[in-house]
């Protein structure tokens, strides 16, 4: 049964930074898309970054872009958010996701998801 | 970016009732080499990550109820729940998967009445 598991959320200052991680069990992670999607308190889904299967591709929303990376350990099953020059509009519960693939191609639909880390930016 | 919107914010139905919620895509997400709509529907329920209900806009996800279905094409989309029960409230997100980024509606509140 696929499984994520996100860690690393946590309180933080404005402008420091944060990582999270996520631990995926159950699939071939090497095979699959990722991504990260968020939702800050009392509002909707925002996707934030993706990356394809073998790390060759990375893309991210325009709200986080130049300040957080994706990456992923596919020797370790694990993907990561790398968070810099954090702003109180940051603050969400951050989810990992799978990205949905047929037997030929990989689509940006999320199929397998995390149960999220709180990430609150606050002085 | 395509924008999508969804109609209405919020819905009351009655358990056992017809619940139906609209989405709408600034732009077409038909693809046009498989003729799928790149449109997915997600179930949000408080305290729990979202879950998929529905890929290429009439597709099931494995054990999902089949009391959901969704229609449309092109620009128009919509999520429909037949007899709706108790469990069923949450709060629904249609999303484009067409173009990048991928983005969703801004969710619609599902209530018992």
């Known amino acids: 049964q696929a499984q994520l598991v996100e860690s690393g959320g946590g309180v933080v200052q404005p402008g420091r930074s944060l990582r999270l991680s996520c631990a995926a069990s159950?699939?071939?992670?090497?095979?699959?898309?990722m991504h990260w999607v968020r939702q800050a308190p009392g509002k909707g889904l925002e996707w934030v970054a993706g990356?394809?299967?073998?790390?060759?591709?990375?893309y991210d929303a325009d709200s986080v872009k130049g300040r957080f990376t994706i990456s992923r350990d596919n020797s370790k099953n694990t993907l990561y958010l790398q968070m810099n020059s954090l702003r109180a509009e940051d603050t969400a519960v951050y989810y990992c996701?799978?990205?949905?693939?047929?037997?030929?191609?990989?689509?940006?639909?999320?199929?397998?998801w995390g149960q999220g880390t709180m990430v609150t930016v606050s002085s | 970016d395509i924008v999508m919107s969804q109609s209405p914010d919020s819905l009351a139905v009655s358990l056992g009732e017809r619940a139906t919620i609209n989405c709408k895509s600034s732009q077409s997400v038909l693809y046009n080499s498989n003729k799928k709509n790149q449109l997915a529907w997600y179930q949000k329920k408080p305290g729990q990550p979202p879950k998929l209900l529905i890929y290429?806009?009439?597709t099931r996800e494995s054990g999902v109820p089949d009391r959901f279905s969704g229609s449309g094409s092109g620009t128009d989309f919509t999520l429909t729940i037949t007899s709706l029960q108790a469990e069923d409230v949450a709060v629904y997100y249609c999303q484009q998967y067409y173009d990048t980024p991928p983005t969703f509606g801004q969710g619609t509140k599902l209530e018992i009445k």
């Open positions: 990356i394809w299967y073998d790390g060759s591709n990375k």
């Open positions: 290429w806009a009439s």
């Open positions: 159950g699939f071939t992670f090497s095979s699959f898309g």
């Open positions: 996701a799978r990205g949905y693939c047929t037997s030929t191609s990989c689509y940006d639909a999320f199929d397998v």
